[in-house]
T-cell receptor
Framework: QKEVEQNSGPLSVPEGAIASLNCTYS??????FFWYRQYSGKSPELIMS????GDKEDGRFTAQLNKASQYVSLLIRDSQPSDSATYLC?????????FGAGTRLTVKP | NAGVMQNPRHLVRRRGQEARLRCSPM?????VYWYRQLPEEGLKFMVY????????ESGMPKERFSAEFPKEGPSILRIQQVVRGDSAAYFC?????????????FGEGSRLTVL
């Protein structure tokens, strides 16, 4: 079983729509959860972090965490073409930060 | 306030040569992580180091790969006798503390091509 799993996509949404990205993790003791965005040929950059159950909103981005279900998601409202990128889910546990394979998102004008 | 610095950005090696990738963490960060990324794939953990210590190398191949983070100077990922399958982007990241407490800051990556 993979430690961090994401749908690889590609996920395609029209401009202005809501994009929903999902991630599951295997280690129940995981303590911190992150969403990174990676443009093609570039390094990952952090867009959201979440540490406790529930929702966390930052502008057009909302992260949702459900530790009982071992599930974390990212919603992007009013999607823009500039949001087109690969989104990496990352899970932290003590020394480790493990990444999912990423979901490629395309926002069509 | 410089970010994580990696060099070289691009490196071409022939099979059997050695590759050395360097990473200087952000100022004040003592935790360094190396990840490998193949085209169209996610980040694969290789090794986690603190100053002068390897904390976790469970993701690093047992042969040909080694990493260090000396008391002075950058962290170095060394690949001996490279093979074509080593061609990838190698990302370094640093943090001020354990990843359970906060984000990782990434360098721009070193792209290794093995001919």
């Amino acid at each position: 079983q993979k430690e961090v799993e994401q749908n690889s996509g590609p996920l395609s949404v029209p401009e202005g729509a809501i994009a929903s990205l999902n991630c599951t993790y295997s280690d129940r003791g995981s303590q911190s959860f992150f969403w990174y965005r990676q443009y093609s040929g570039k390094s990952p950059e952090l867009i959201m972090s979440i540490y406790s159950n529930g929702d966390k909103e930052d502008g057009r981005f909302t992260a949702q965490l459900n530790k009982a279900s071992q599930y974390v998601s990212l919603l992007i409202r009013d999607s823009q073409p500039s949001d087109s990128a690969t989104y990496l889910c990352a899970v932290g546990l003590n020394n480790d930060m493990r990444f999912g394979a990423g979901t490629r998102l395309t926002v069509k004008p | 306030n410089a970010g994580v610095m990696q060099n070289p950005r691009h490196l071409v090696r022939r099979r059997g040569q050695e590759a050395r990738l360097r990473c200087s963490p952000m100022k004040g960060h003592s935790h360094v992580y190396w990840y490998r990324q193949l085209p169209e794939e996610g980040l694969k953990f290789m090794v986690y180091l603190q100053k002068e210590n390897i904390i976790d190398e469970s993701g690093m191949p047992k042969e040909r790969f080694s990493a260090e983070f000396p008391k002075e100077g950058p962290s170095i990922l060394r690949i001996q006798q490279v093979v074509r399958g080593d061609s990838a982007a190698y990302f370094c990241a640093s943090s001020p503390g354990l990843p359970s407490t906060g984000e990782l800051f990434f360098g721009e990556g070193s792209r290794l091509t093995v001919l």
